[in-house]
C-alpha cells in the first residue's frame, strides 16, 4: 500500500510557551445559539492529549456530548461542543458552568487548582477520591470469577471502595481500588502487597489453560494512575482483546455503506484512507451510540500516539458518525495494511468494549466490608455472568451497576431477577438495555437527527472556516504587538 512521510518540523518550547502567554486558553459557553444544548467553545495553544483531558471532563461530569467540532492545525486548538444534562436539557446551574470554563482552561496547567463545583460530583463514583492501592487483572472469562476475585478480597481484609470491570471476547479486564480494613487507608507493606497478589493469581490460575495470557497486579498509591476507564482500555489493548474485532462485510464507498441495510447495521464500521493533499490519515467510524462513546474513541487515537487536526461528531436514529483527520505524532503518516488493520481493530475493540449487554442491575447499599461479595455470590448461585460492572461509593453507601446474563448470554428470567432481588440487602432496581440504543437515550453522544448521510459536516470546509478566524486573530496580535515595539 502506498504511503508517503510528513517530517515535522522543530518547535522550540520557547515559542510554544510565548503562544499560550499571548493567547492564553479561553472557554466561552453559549446557552443563546441553540435552542436544545448549551455551546462550550474552546479556544486554546494544542499540546498532545489535550482533546482527550476535555472530553474526559466532560465526561466525568456526566454531562453528554451529543455534537463536536474539532480543528487543532498550526499548533492551535478551536473546538465546538454540543452540550446537556443527562436529561437532555441545557446547562443552566451557574457554579457548574464556571466549573466547566475553569477546568478546561486548566487542562494545560494542572487540576489540582480548579476549585470544586459546589453540590456535585466531579468524578464518576467508581473512580477513587484518595490514595488506595491498585488491584489491576486481566484474565480469561469465566462464570464466577468476579465472585471469587472479591470473596478472596474479603478474607484477605481488603475492603474494595471503587472498582470497574469489563468483559470483551472472552477476556476480562478489571481495576479495584482497596483499602485496609482495619486503618481505612491504602495497604502500604510491600510484603502484605506481594502475599495478596500471590492469592489473587493462585485464583486465576486455578482454571487457567495452556498458554493463556493473565496478569495480576497490585500497586500503591493509585492517586497518581492513570484515569480508570483509560487504563482499562490499555489493559485490554496490552492483552490484546481487539484481534478477533472484524467488520460485518457492508459495502464502504468513501468512508461510509452506501446500502440501504448499512444504513440501519448495528455492527461497528471503521475505515481508514488517506488524503495526500492535505497528508491526513483519514478515520470514518459507524457504530452504535452510546454513553462515552466519544471519550472511548479519542481515548484510543490518543494511546495509539495520534494528533486529531479535525473531527466532527454527531448521530442519526441512534447510528454514531465520527469523522478524523489524524496523523501519527512522531509525523510520519506511512502505515502499512497490516498496521492499518490493526489500528481499526483497535477503534473496533474500543467502541465495543463498553457496549451494554444484558440485564443492568442498580444497587444501592450501606457501605461496608465483604459487600461485593455477598452480591456477586448472589449473582453465582443463580448462574448469572456479569459482562460489565462499576462500583462506588457515595456518602456512606455503596452503589453499583452489573450487567447481568445467563451462562449462555441471554436475558435473565423474571423468577430468578425477583429472587436476586429478595436475597441482595438494599435497594435493587433492574433497567433492561435493550440491543440498540435508543435516541430517548439521554446518556448518548448525539441526537437524533433528520439529516442524511451526505449531509455529514466537511472537515475541510470546517478547517478553512476556523483557519480564516485563526488567522485574522493572529494577524491582529502581530500588528498590535509591532506597534507597542515601535511606540517603545
Partial sequence: MEGFWFEK???????????????PASVSID?????????????????????????????????????????SDGGWFMDVFHVTDRLGNKLM???????????????????KDVQACPGREVRPSHVPTGHQTALEMTVMDRPGLLSEVSATLAKLGCHVNAGVAWTHHARAACIFYVEDRLSGGPIIDLARQAYIQEQ????????????????VRVSTP?????????????LM???????????????????????????????????????????????????????????????TLTDLDFE??????????????????????????????????????????????????????????????????DVTRVFRKYGLSVSRAEMGTEGERAVGSFFLTDPRGYKVKPETLESVKQEIDGTVQAISTPSSVSSRNPLIIGRESARGLDDRPGLLGLGSLLWSHLGQRFRTTLVVSDSRGAGA
Fill in 9 to 23: 518540523p522543530y518547535v522550540d518550547p520557547q515559542f510554544e510557551s510565548l503562544i499560550e502567554r499571548i493567547h
Fill in 31 to 71: 446557552n443563546d445559539s441553540c435552542k436544545d444544548c448549551t455551546l462550550v467553545k474552546v479556544d486554546s495553544a494544542n499540546k498532545h492529549g489535550i482533546l482527550l483531558d476535555m472530553v474526559q471532563i466532560l465526561t466525568d461530569l456526566d454531562l453528554v456530548i451529543s455534537k463536536s467540532y474539532i480543528c
Fill in 93 to 111: 446551574d451557574k457554579s457548574l458552568l464556571e466549573y466547566i470554563q475553569q477546568a478546561l482552561c486548566a487542562t494545560r496547567r494542572n487540576l
Fill in 200 to 215: 489473587l493469581q493462585s485464583v486465576v490460575d486455578a482454571y487457567h489453560q495452556e498458554g493463556e495470557k493473565r496478569s
Fill in 222 to 234: 493509585a492517586g497518581s494512575l492513570t484515569h480508570t476507564e483509560r487504563r482499562l482500555h490499555q
Fill in 237 to 299: 489493548s496490552d492483552d490484546k482483546d481487539y484481534e478477533m474485532c472484524s467488520s460485518c462485510g457492508s459495502i464502504f464507498h468513501n468512508g461510509w455503506s452506501n446500502d440501504s441495510q448499512g444504513t440501519n447495521c448495528g455492527c461497528t464500521h471503521i475505515n481508514i484512507e488517506y488524503c495526500e493533499e492535505k497528508r491526513y490519515a483519514v478515520v470514518n467510524i459507524r457504530s452504535r451510540d452510546r454513553p462515552k462513546l466519544l471519550f472511548d474513541t479519542v481515548c
Fill in 308 to 373: 486529531v487536526f479535525h473531527a466532527a461528531v454527531s448521530s442519526r436514529n441512534s447510528i454514531a458518525f465520527q469523522e478524523y483527520y489524524v496523523r501519527p505524532k512522531d509525523g510520519c503518516t506511512f502505515v502499512s495494511e497490516t498496521e492499518r488493520r490493526r489500528i481499526a481493530q483497535c477503534l473496533s475493540a474500543a467502541v465495543e468494549r463498553r457496549a451494554s449487554q444484558g440485564l443492568r442491575l442498580d444497587i444501592s447499599a450501606k457501605n461496608r466490608v465483604g459487600l461485593l461479595s
